[in-house]
């Protein structure tokens, strides 16, 4: 009796634990549900809206077979009976991400409800996700109802500091310039019912900040995103229902100049419009207010608005603001306040064709950094330092006598003996302005005060008209940015490299401000070069899905008529230099404009979703034909802007250190576009423009070769002439297959025997020079000159002291102070390294997104071990490896609906084990593929190893 009860306990014990086994394998769970990209969005402007979910499977080889989406327009309605907005039905389909809408037209300022569930490749049906949310914006212009600009009708600055000195390097005194005012807007509304909803529409031209009953609206700064503003601007949606209170509530706006006001600086520079300005700061504020009633009313702005000025009595995006304490207005944000003394707003119509939804991350306050060390100067004034170059601004306590003027004077560098700042890209020599925040006291206790109008790059500040020595207490630096989210991470075994990396990110982070940046304090501007040199790793680090489509719509609304170099009747649609802005430069010459196609064809590899590519399609085409009219009778393309930066270069006095010809740089580029726009053409169902693209293609490649590669002299190896274009034709597949060994062997042979052991490469060159020497078989040669101690290098520059890659590779110990920007994220592009060759992850062509990606370190004998997070529409890929004693260990997540393409040689395919097990035995229990030597694995947590006889 006593055995049998045993038997059934332990009959019972095992079938439970088979069924838990079989639920954990068989569960299927959202993480993540997305519209847009975005969690539960707020102000959705698509007609046709992208669905994607994040799911969790427990198991291997997992993948979607079918989905089924409900939209509704209520909670209530969202089940498949009555789903009154669209219901997919079962659609078998393994498409998890960037799902297009398919119901009824989405009407706006409505709100949506949806719910997903899935079927996967064993049978397994999902549960229906949480309810999620997704709201409608404005849409169009008709939706903002009454609501009108306006603008500051009157300047009444008396303040005698309102006042800068404008000196470009060329000028030979300063100019008296005070820029046009900061404007203060205030209005009242009385609310007599219970509110059900509120929300806020506004779009600035020029930087706002909103208030509502003595309260700031939100979290944004700098606010909004720049813009070429005659075509194109952004408004920004608050939800105030818990701000607005039953009675009286009092609105205020303040706006600065930003961009779009910004008249002083580069007035004089030869290659810019000459008037930067679009107009004086003006907005247009909507509140649209739902009651428990059903009824609704609008609130906006418009002539009855009252206006002054106050403190900040001068803002300049480059030279910074001035307040003056003694004019500050009370608690004008506030009901009930005086306003009698206020004039009337005016009225405009700005030049502007189109208002969008803002659908990048805004710019926050992202990090406070405190004083690291505290000294005097050479002059006796206070200097702080902050420990890390930074964007942003100074945030100040002091007590001082009524008047006192303090000065704070921001800097990137000390002179090269330590003893006072160095102006250097700070001083204004280049845009006219020097960086300066001005505060003056009103006398009463202790005052707080930090800018809203302008940032700055810097790590040092001079701080002067303090009376006490400055302390964590009186001076705080604060990390300005536009706020996206840091989705991957690398860690390695060597710790140059995770400092390489960290200065990479903070180079980037510190040069986003609504665009890619070139620096943050002399220009601030979105040059396209630099733009696609580091989007790849920007790529690996954050999540930038929004923001490059959006500097994609500043490179629309930058192109102009521009005539073809060969047949100048023709005209084409051809960006500038820069974008946005009226600061333009020439039209962008092939290695500069390329960043047109690259940034789509970078974001669609990396997110799989191709209507970044479909919309832009025509811009690319047109773009490229521009390029291909620059061809020669040798067939390529006559022009190129440069190789920038590489050691010891300088445009004017040194232009002979960009090694790599303009012209060859800039037509190995253009070779890889025309590939990528031969894909482009296929992808639009474009069939005589892709035969057009695969010949063109095939032409330059036979060209480029006769041109450009030639014998070594005294050797047996080839190459390009310079090491960035041998890198390039390496990284591109421009090397005939015969001739591959000689010019890795001739690029190596300049490395080594040439240049003593170093890169002479410029953005161009560097973005992929470790890269292709790792793939090569020369993994420890990159690692040799990425962190040799001597000039030049990477850890050469991590040596002398920076905390963010300079734009110039000069010898710094033997200049006064270092000269040029200081921080410039063209020279970030090389880290990717750090993630496609090191962590050995990369997304495929075939099929972009991840949803196959190919993991095959390549590394040098060094590192012995590296980790890293890649982000995925799909989740995110982990790979973990260690290398000891001849074998590689490699922890691998999968995640669901991906497959990872493990490349292996066939002696490491010999030694391949699985899970612990060998790959016959692992192949008996689990569907797998080996394909061209390579392992195709399904989702999936996987130990793999194998023997890597290069370790």
């Known amino acids: 009796m006593i055995k049998q009860k045993i038997y059934v306990l332990l009959l019972f014990i095992f079938c439970f634990s088979c069924n838990e086994n079989i639920e954990q394998s068989n569960t299927l769970a959202f993480e993540k549900l997305l519209v847009n990209s975005k969690e539960n969005p707020l102000t959705i402007e698509s007609k046709q809206p992208l669905f994607s979910w994040i799911v969790n499977a427990e198991g291997y080889n997992k993948s979607q077979s079918a989905y089924h989406i409900l939209v509704a327009s209520s909670e209530d309605k969202l089940n498949e009976n009555d789903a009154d907005v669209w219901n997919s039905k079962k659609v078998e389909s393994d498409k998890s991400t960037f799902v297009n809408y398919q119901g009824k037209p989405l009407q706006a300022l409505q709100a949506y409800f949806w719910k997903v569930k899935i079927s996967d490749n064993q049978g397994t049906v999902s549960d229906w996700s949480e309810i999620q949310k997704f709201e409608m914006g404005l849409m169009n212009e008709t939706n903002w109802g009454d609501s009108k600009w306006i603008t500051l009708n009157k300047d009444t600055r008396t303040s005698e500091h309102r006042f800068r000195g404008y000196k470009t390097g060329r000028m030979k005194e300063p100019q008296t310039v005070d820029g046009f005012s900061a404007s203060y807007f205030r209005n009242e509304i009385n609310v007599t019912k219970t509110i059900k909803n509120a929300q806020a529409y506004i779009c600035g031209l020029g930087y706002y900040e909103l208030y509502l009953n003595g309260e700031k609206v939100g979290d944004h700064v700098l606010d909004p995103a720049p813009s070429n503003y005659d075509k194109q601007a952004y408004y920004v949606n608050y939800d105030i229902t818990d701000a607005l209170k039953s009675g009286k509530n009092a609105f205020g706006i303040i706006m600065g100049n930003g961009f779009y006001g910004q008249n002083i600086s580069w007035k004089r520079d030869p290659e810019s419009d000459k008037d930067l300005a679009y107009g004086p700061p003006t907005v247009k504020l909507l509140v649209k207010l739902k009651y428990d009633d059903g009824s609704e009313t609008d609130f906006y702005t418009d002539e009855t608005w009252k206006e002054a000025t106050g403190p900040i009595v001068f803002n300049n995006i480059y030279g910074g603001d001035t307040y003056d304490a003694n004019f500050e207005l009370g608690n004008w944000t506030s009901v009930d306040y005086d306003d009698i003394s206020w004039g009337n707003a005016k009225v405009t119509t700005p030049k502007l064709k189109k208002i969008s939804a803002n659908q990048i991350p805004p710019i926050k306050k992202l990090k406070v950094l405190e004083p690291q060390k505290v000294f005097k100067g050479a002059d006796g004034e206070w200097i702080v330092d902050f420990g890390q170059n930074i964007a942003g601004w100074v945030k100040i306590n002091v007590q001082e006598k009524k008047n006192q003027l303090i000065e704070i004077i921001t800097t990137e560098a000390l002179l090269t003996n330590g003893k006072d700042i160095f102006k250097g890209s700070t001083g204004g020599g280049a845009n006219g302005m020097t960086q300066v925040y001005k505060y003056i006291c009103k006398g009463e206790g202790i005052e707080s005060w930090e800018p809203k109008f ?32 840091e989705t991957g991470s690398f860690s390695s075994s060597d710790e140059l490299l995770n400092k390489m990396h960290s200065i990479s990110k903070w180079t980037i982070v510190d040069n986003l401000h609504g665009i890619p940046e070139d620096c943050p304090h002399r220009e601030k501007c979105g040059w396209l070069g630099d733009a696609h040199a580091f989007c790849e790793y920007a790529l690996y680090n954050y999540d930038m899905y929004d923001f490059y489509k959006k500097y994609m719509e500043d490179i629309r609304t930058q192109m102009r008529p521009t005539k073809g170099h060969n047949n100048p009747e023709i ?51 047109n773009l490229t034909d521009f390029y291909l009219n620059f061809k020669g009778e040798n067939g390529i393309m006559q022009d190129g802007m440069g190789d920038w930066c590489p050691p010891l270069w300088d445009r004017r006095k040194n232009p002979s250190a960009m090694e790599c010809d303009p012209i060859i740089s800039a037509n190995a580029y253009f070779y890889d576009v025309l590939g990528i726009m031969e894909r482009f053409a296929k992808m639009n169902d474009d069939a005589v423009y892709e035969a057009q693209m695969k010949q063109e293609k095939e032409d330059l490649k036979k060209a480029f070769n006769n041109e450009f590669l030639v014998d070594i002299p005294n050797t047996n190896h080839q190459w390009y002439q310079s090491q960035t274009a041998t890198v390039q034709a390496l990284q591109f597949n421009m090397v005939p297959e015969d001739k591959i060994e000689s010019v890795v062997n001739g690029l190596a042979h300049d490395i080594v025997e040439v240049k003593g052991g170093h890169h002479s490469t410029g953005i161009h060159g560097n973005r992929y020079i470790y890269t292709v020497l790792s793939k090569y078989g020369k993994a420890d040669l990159a690692y040799q000159i990425l962190t040799t101690p001597e000039f030049p290098s990477q850890t050469y520059v991590m040596n002398s002291g920076f905390t963010t890659w300079p734009e110039r590779q000069f010898e710094w110990e033997k200049m006064e102070g270092p000269t040029n920007s200081l921080n410039h994220p063209m020279h970030s592009g090389f880290a990717a390294y750090f993630y496609e060759s090191l962590g050995g992850i990369k997304s495929s062509v075939s099929n972009p997104g991840y949803k196959m990606f190919v993991v095959n370190p390549e590394f040098p004998s060094e590192i012995t071990s590296t980790t890293i997070t890649v982000p995925t529409p799909y989740g995110a890929i982990k790979n973990d490896w260690k290398a000891s004693n001849g074998l590689l260990t490699m922890d691998l997540d999968v995640p669901f609906n991906t497959k990872a393409k493990l490349v292996v040689t066939s002696s490491e395919l010999e030694s391949l084990k699985i899970n612990g097990k060998s790959l016959e035995d692992f192949k008996k229990q689990n569907t797998l593929d080996i394909i061209d030597g390579a392992v195709i694995l399904g989702s999936g947590k996987y130990r793999i190893e194998y023997s890597k006889a290069s370790i």
């Not at 810097?458 to 536009?482: C, Q």
């Open 454 to 485: 302008s940032y700055h790059g810097f790590r040092y500040a001079k701080i002067l008209g303090v009376s006490r020595k400055p302390d964590a207490e009186m001076i705080k630096a604060v990390l300005v940015a536009t706020d996206i989210e």
């Open 571 to 621: 005209k084409f649609q051809v960006p500038t230099m820069i974008a946005p802005g009226k600061r333009t430069s020439t039209y962008a010459k092939i290695d500069w404009g390329v960043a047109t196609m690259y940034l789509p064809w970078y974001n669609y590899l990396q997110y799989g979703d191709d209507e970044i590519v479909k919309e832009y399609y025509e811009d690319m085409k």
